[in-house]
């Protein structure tokens, strides 16, 4: 493993690592690195996304205005992969993909940041891994059996199957809606109603019902999976159990607790601790993006972060 010292190292190429790098870039760092455990960037977007997703710049209602460079509009699942393939290769950020981080060590005046088999040295560093390496999932247990036919994305899907969408946001809705063009769907979910969702997916759903396109089940919650040949009975709390072709949760990401505490930084709440610029209680070490948030940021709001991140660390 080289010696070489960066400026920066940044752990996790989504929309945050990626404005940390190109804002630090553009006042005038050199030596960035950009580690992506993933074959490519974003790839929170590229699994939980369904191809040719409406992309919102202001997620759930979240109304965001951009304080950095990099601007961000409106688009689909496909232009924001462009958009952040352009942003990568016009400030020549050096993106190591395949490259998972275990944990990042202080040391006196530098940080090591540890992956497979090396590390990688760099005066200062940022997080920026996201929610969605874990997936949130049931706590009932899911028979292995059947494990095949439940899922946290639309990867597994096939045509023609009656599928169930478990959660009532909006990742759950345009995923139900989706599907819907091509597979008999149920959703799921443990309210009265989607109110929770943006007014766009509130009207989509509502229309999928009324054609009868989508049938809901709500104000339940499921207390079990079991194995009904080969496929995925689902018992309710309320009401008769019904047998699936396939399941999937849309239900949100967990905090990763467990890098965040083995790089020395403290969780309160469920969330990382920092200051007004990101910085955890490790000098030097800043969280960005979707796992400062309580639940879900957004984009727009990853963005802002890195932009913050960068003006604090070169002292704009
Ligand atoms: C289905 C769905 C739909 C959404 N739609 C929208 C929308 O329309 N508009 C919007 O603004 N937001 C939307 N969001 C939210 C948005 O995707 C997130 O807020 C945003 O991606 C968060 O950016 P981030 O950089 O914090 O983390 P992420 O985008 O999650 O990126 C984290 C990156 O870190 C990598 N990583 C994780 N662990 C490691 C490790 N140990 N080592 C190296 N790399 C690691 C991951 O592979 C990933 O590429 C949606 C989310 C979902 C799930």
């Not at 709500?218 to 309710?236: P, R, S, Y």
């Not at 709440?269 to 309580?294: C, F, R, W």
Request: proline share 2%; net charge negative.
């Amino acid at each position: 493993m080289s010696d070489k010292m960066y400026e920066l190292a940044i752990i996790g190429a989504g929309p945050a690592g990626i404005a940390a790098a190109v804002e630090c870039y553009l006042l005038g760092m050199r030596d960035i690195i950009l580690i992506e455990k993933d074959e490519n960037h974003n790839a929170t977007i590229r699994k939980f996304y369904k191809d040719n997703k409406r992309v919102d710049k202001d997620w759930k209602g979240q109304k965001v205005d951009l304080d950095g460079n990099i601007y961000f509009i409106d688009g689909t699942k496909e232009s924001t992969l462009d958009f952040f393939d352009e942003v990568i290769a016009k400030h020549s950020v050096e993106l190591k993909t395949h490259t998972e981080v275990q944990k990042i060590q202080k040391n006196d005046d530098h940080f090591e940041v540890m992956i497979t088999g090396g590390s990688i040295k760099a005066k200062h560093a940022v997080v920026t891994i996201g929610r969605m390496g874990k997936p949130n999932k049931p706590d009932y247990k899911i028979p292995s059996s059947i494990k095949k036919r439940v899922a946290y994305t639309l990867e597994s899907c096939s045509l023609d199957e009656k599928v169930m969408v478990v959660g009532g946001g909006d990742s759950a809705i345009e995923y139900a809606v989706d599907l819907a063009h091509k597979n008999d769907v149920t959703i799921c979910y443990r309210r009265e109603n989607f109110r929770r969702a943006n007014p766009t997916n509130q009207k989509d759903i509502a229309e999928a019902l009324e054609r009868e396109d989508v049938c809901a089940i709500l104000g339940v919650n499921i207390t079990a999976l079991e194995e009904d040949n080969g496929k995925v009975k689902v018992v309710l709390d309320e009401g008769e159990a019904e047998t699936y072709d396939r399941v999937i949760y849309a239900i949100g990401g967990t905090t990763p607790s467990a890098f965040l505490g083995s790089s020395g930084i403290e969780i309160e709440d469920g969330k990382p601790v920092h200051d007004e610029n990101y910085m955890s209680n490790v000098e030097g070490l800043y969280v960005a993006g979707d796992i400062t948030q309580e639940s879900g940021g957004s984009i727009a709001l990853g963005l802002n972060h890195g932009y913050a991140i960068a003006n604090h660390i070169l002292k704009v």
